[in-house]
């Protein structure tokens, strides 16, 4: 099968798709458990720093309980659960109760595996490919979980880390230093956006997570690219926060998630960001 993969691209695309489409089905568990599970943990721990007992409650983790349609608790079937196919078949709603399943699921589904079929055909087989098709997996889970919670979890952000680390260090050595100080600079860069901000408005502008997760992307691309991801990043969450800002006639003080576009940025330049600098440099640049 590896010999297979490495042989053929139309093989390994195809076969990053399957796989995607099931990671996709996991991803919106992962997306509704773990803000809740820290959720948990919080409150467990002021509990304990408050000195009361701890509340007893039943586990609840991404494999128990089992999936249950929240309205009626029908337990999911297995056949019930084959992604995309499944919400189609079921015309979007539950075989008990008949309530509406949100058409988000499949779209979480078929992005998963369509941003990592992707990663397949443009980066080709290689262990670099197949290492940014994970993260591409954390990307997708850490987008919705922000866009739902504000907040970016740091087994996400970090594990995103150190699966680029580790990957430049054990296949690619000569580009671990560029990984190394484009973590560094990718953290630095939003700590000193952050801390600027605060001390001229009193106000914080973003949070820990975000910093984490640009360093994090900064050992994929290097210290180099850095401000392609911040430019991309700032230029798209500005328009679409105008944007919600006129459509919900609010004032500047709303609160907008920037972790989505910075995962968006990023994957882009994982991807192009050599071509989206050549293309800067030639069209702005004499």
Not at 28 to 41: L, S
Not at 131 to 152: N, Q, R
Not at 203 to 211: A, H, L, N, R, W
Not at 276 to 285: A, D, G, K, Q, T
């Amino acid at each position: 099968m590896w010999q297979l993969l490495s042989e053929s691209l139309i093989v390994f695309v195809s076969f990053t798709f399957f796989i995607s489409l099931l990671v996709g089905s996991f991803l919106n568990v992962v997306i509704y458990r773990v803000p809740q599970m820290m959720k948990n943990d919080w409150e467990a721990e002021i509990k304990e720093y408050r000195g009361e007992s701890p509340e007893q409650k039943a586990a609840f983790n991404l494999v128990t309980p089992a999936s249950s349609c929240p309205a009626c608790g029908h337990k999911i079937k297995p056949w019930e659960n084959i992604p995309v196919i499944s919400w189609l078949f079921l015309r979007g709603k539950c075989s008990a109760c008949k309530t509406p399943i949100s058409i988000r699921y499949p779209i979480i589904e078929l992005l998963t595996a369509s941003l990592s079929a992707i990663v397949a055909w443009h980066l080709g087989f290689s262990m670099f490919s197949i290492a940014f098709i994970i993260g591409t997996w954390l990307l997708v889970a850490m987008t919705f979980i922000d866009i739902d919670e504000m907040l970016l979890p740091d087994t996400m952000t970090l594990g995103l880390l150190w699966l680029g680390l580790l990957t430049n260090a054990v296949f690619y050595p000569e580009n671990l230093t560029n990984s190394v100080f484009g973590a560094i600079f990718g953290y630095l860069s939003l700590f000193s956006v952050y801390w600027g901000f605060k001390l001229l408005t009193g106000k914080e502008g973003m949070g820990y997570g975000d910093f984490k997760l640009l360093a994090a992307l900064g050992v994929w691309v290097g210290w180099q690219q850095l401000v392609v991801i911040i430019l991309l990043s700032s230029v798209v969450g500005a328009i679409v926060g105008i944007l919600l800002m006129l459509k919900r006639n609010e004032n500047g003080s709303m609160a907008i998630p920037f972790g989505p576009y910075l995962a968006a940025a990023g994957y882009l330049t994982v991807l192009f960001g050599n071509d989206i600098v050549n293309w800067y440099l030639s069209s702005f640049v004499a």
